[in-house]
């Protein structure tokens, strides 16, 4: 078998830490096979950011349905000599048979709000903890990156350039789904393109300039071969190049489209590459700019009224340079119909089944979420819906189209200081209801001692 850095469907169930395979055994020696509730949140935001922009999760849920342990990968295991041969059969014949409730896809989300409730027996809803966390961690990381350099860009594109730098071919292939919910207008990665739907794009590399003994005759190659492209034109001199682009236009007849500027102070750069196209007459023309833009860089040349009509954006969104990471956790807070949770310092968990819902103002602007048991019920909007019933999806896989409209709707609802790209104050509210507190000092007196 070859391995090009995927999971092949086989191997699905061993992208595992060790440690829940040695807890699902334990259980089962044990005959703790009862019905249990994991809940996947994150504890705080990263820095400077105001929401995470929840996306990974509904997907997860359905790879969920479908995890096995065939015989070839049940041998692996076996060869640890660490599991005996009860849970080995068991393994083999998994099958989830849990219900799993899940945020929708681009779903503004908060500190503590659950992203996707697992209740299941114990064991299985154990086994699921790295897939799930590792899932939901790095698209929603990759979504909400976006989602702001989308917000800073003001309604002009912004295009995907980032694979080449990304943390391996699953990051950059599942990122570009995450970029279409979030608002991105193409990507340069066309596997990517192909699987999720979001429109390819490119330009070209200064190694074709460069591979040409003169840069006219370059531009000339590939603009006859690509009529309507954009030309890259800072390899050797930015403003000698765009002369070269309005020569070819306005006296050969070629059809270029746009001009990308990669280097040097862009936002200067770009103003006077319009003077010069304008007085040449080339107004429709469009500068295209990239060279490690961030939504910070985006901002500051919109505010100065740079004339760029859209931006390339490469690796400070695919690793998300600033925040890359999110506090998630994935914890037990029911078992055998009895609330658990954890008490660590910095690390409060509220036990139970939960249900997040969303309240509005008179405006139609999102107010305040409130966290509440999921046996209460509120005039709010319910975020959390059922996606996997007995172990079986309940509909679909999200329509990415219907899924990014949402998101835009969502994060066009939300107040004004939440979608800023530094910390907002104050933060968006999330109350936890009477009974879910309740719940928690009910349940955090049984374990404290007294």
Known sequence: MSYFGELTEAELGLFIDLYELSMAQAYRAEGMEERAVFTLHFRKLPPQRNFILACGQHYAALLVASLRFPT???????????????????????????????????TPVFPHEPMLEIEAPLAEGQLLETLLMNYVNSESVLATKASRMVHAAHGKPVVDFGMRRMHGFDSALR????????????????????????PASGTMAHSYIQAHDDEMEAFRRYAKIYPGTALLVDTYDTMAG??????????????????????????????????????????????????????????????????????AV??????????????????????????????????????????????????????????GRNTESRDGEPLLFTAVRNGQPVGPAPD?????????????????????????????E???????????????AKVTPH
């Open 175 to 198: 990122g570009v789904r995450a970029y279409r919910v979030a608002g991105l207008d193409s990507t340069s990665n066309v596997l990517g393109s192909f699987r999720h739907g979001l």
């Open 400 to 428: 990415l189209e219907a899924t990014r409209e949402r998101a835009r709707e969502a994060l066009k609802a939300m107040p004004t200081r939440v979608l800023a790209l530094d910390t907002c104050e104050p933060p968006y």
């Open 314 to 371: 490469g690796t400070k969104l695919g690793v998300s340079e600033d925040a890359p990471v999110l506090d998630l956790a994935y914890k037990l807070t029911d078992y055998a119909g009895e609330p658990r949770l954890k008490n660590s310092p910095g690390k409060k968990l509220f036990p139970g089944r939960k249900q997040v819902w969303r309240f509005r103002d008179n405006e139609g602007r999102y107010r305040y979420d409130e966290i």
């Open 72 to 106: 070839e990968q049940v041998e692996r295991l076996r060869a640890l000599n660490r599991f005996d041969e009860d849970f080995l059969r068991w393994l083999s014949e998994f099958r989830f048979s849990g219900d799993i409730r899940v945020m929708p896809e681009g």
């Open 430 to 444: 999330v109350k936890v209801s009477d009974a879910l507190e309740r719940l928690y000092r009910d349940a955090l």
């Open 242 to 311: 765009i002369d070269k682009v309005i020569h070819l236009v306005k006296s050969e007849g070629l059809d270029v489209s746009a001009i990308r500027l990669d280097s040097g102070d862009l936002g200067q750069l770009a103003k006077d590459a319009r003077t010069r196209l304008d007085d040449a007459g080339l107004t429709d023309m469009k500068i295209v700019v990239s060279s490690g833009l961030d939504e910070w860089g985006i901002q500051e040349l919109v505010d100065a009224h740079a004339p760029i009509d859209s931006f």
